[in-house]
Structures are given as structure tokens and as C-alpha cells.
């Protein structure tokens, strides 16, 4: 199993859920974070001054699959989070030792 953890534009987020949903993903879990990458953050103008946000709202989404599912996850978290601007987001895919269904005690796969 592996864990996705996607950090990704706030305005792409109902568009992400809702692929990952159709894609057969329809349990994730999300965070509203803030954060900066290479750009540093950016420069926006308020009447005559400007001024630099260098901590940009992001949304942060994981799930866990199975290993066999990763690459249609991430090829669908890319396709509709990509803008191709900067700023787009990251993805990290972490490996998960053991999963457990707190209600039944099912574990591995079955407890995805």
C-alpha cells in the first residue's frame, strides 16, 4: 500500500475530489495548509503599494492504495490539478506498512 499526498491549488480542489471520486477514490482526507515552493510566494498590489505573500494557501489531499492503483491516483490528481503555472503543487507517495479498519479489524488491502 502506499500513501498520496498531494498539495495542491484550493481552486483545484473540487475538481481533484471529485475525479478521484470517479476514478473509484472516494476516501481522501484534506487539509487546508499554507506553504511556499521555489517562487518564494508572490507580489500583489493594493491600490498603489505592493506588497509580497511568501505563504500561499494551498489544499493538502491524502489517500492511501494499493499499490497496484498509484499510478491511476496520481495520473488523475495530475491531470486535473495541472495548470502548468507555477505553483501548480507537489505529489509524494509514501509506503504504508499496515492499514486497519477501526470497526471490523479487517487489515491490508481489505481495510482500504
Known sequence: MKKIEAIIRPEKFDEVKNALADAGFPGIT???VKGRG????ITLSYRTSEYRVDM???VKVELTVRDED???ALETIIKVAKTGNIG????FVLPVE???RVR?????DSAL
Do not use: M, W
Request: aromatic letters at 4%.
Open 104 to 108: 471490523t479489524g479487517e487489515r491490508g
Open 98 to 100: 499496515e492499514a486497519i
Open 30 to 32: 484534506t487539509y487546508e
Open 38 to 41: 521555489r517562487q518564494k510566494g
Open 88 to 91: 501548480d503543487g507537489k505529489i
Open 70 to 72: 498509484v499510478e491511476k
Open 56 to 58: 500561499l494557501s494551498k
